[in-house]
């Protein structure tokens, strides 16, 4: 399977806050399509705390008596979940129609960015500690479980 790091809080938002493109300055992955893990990078981005997609998302998932709790419980250097990377593109006005603001759409996709459109993200039970790689890089088989428990 291949690995995607990402730094907190954005790792985060992909798996539970609806996050559904993930920004990069170039194509990193290339011709693949499909499953995804998400790996939650050491590093934590500090705009990110702050930013109002992440407060709208904790809020949305946890409550709003949890937003000044959150940072310091979300796991990093780890692999947090699985989303499936269904396209990519560069960004151009139009593009990711579904959500959000103009004239991209998506609250999520940034101008001058190639986005990685992702679906299906879901959580693993427990985060398994792994070291990140840069770019999308391929998981050896055994590290995540199967939907049985068992590794694959």
Same mark, same amino acid.
């Given at each position: 399977m291949r690995?995607?790091?990402?730094? $907190? !809080?954005w790792a985060w938002a992909i798996? %539970?806050?609806?996050? @559904?493109v993930e920004n990069r300055s170039r194509n990193i992955a290339g011709a693949y399509r499909g !499953?995804?893990? #998400? %790996?939650a990078g050491l590093a934590i981005d500090s705009d990110g705390? @702050?930013?109002d997609r992440i407060r709208t998302a904790i809020e949305n998932y946890y409550g709003e008596h949890k937003r000044g709790e959150l940072g310091g419980q979300? +796991?990093?250097?780890? #692999?947090i979940g699985v989303a499936n990377l269904w396209a990519v593109h $560069?960004?151009?006005?139009?593009?990711? +129609?579904n959500l959000g603001t103009? !004239?991209?759409?998506d609250p999520w996709a940034m101008p001058d960015h190639w986005h990685l459109n992702l679906s299906g993200a879901r959580s693993l039970p427990e985060p398994i500690p792994y070291r990140g790689r840069l770019g999308l890089w391929t998981l050896p088989d055994g590290v995540l479980p199967n939907p049985e428990?068992? !590794?694959?």
């Amino acid at each position: 399977m291949r690995a995607l790091t990402v730094r $907190q !809080p954005w790792a985060w938002a992909i798996v %539970h806050g609806g996050k @559904t493109v993930e920004n990069r300055s170039r194509n990193i992955a290339g011709a693949y399509r499909g !499953p995804v893990a #998400i %790996h939650a990078g050491l590093a934590i981005d500090s705009d990110g705390v @702050t930013d109002d997609r992440i407060r709208t998302a904790i809020e949305n998932y946890y409550g709003e008596h949890k937003r000044g709790e959150l940072g310091g419980q979300m +796991p990093t250097g780890a #692999i947090i979940g699985v989303a499936n990377l269904w396209a990519v593109h $560069q960004a151009r006005p139009g593009c990711c +129609p579904n959500l959000g603001t103009p !004239p991209f759409g998506d609250p999520w996709a940034m101008p001058d960015h190639w986005h990685l459109n992702l679906s299906g993200a879901r959580s693993l039970p427990e985060p398994i500690p792994y070291r990140g790689r840069l770019g999308l890089w391929t998981l050896p088989d055994g590290v995540l479980p199967n939907p049985e428990g068992e !590794p694959c």
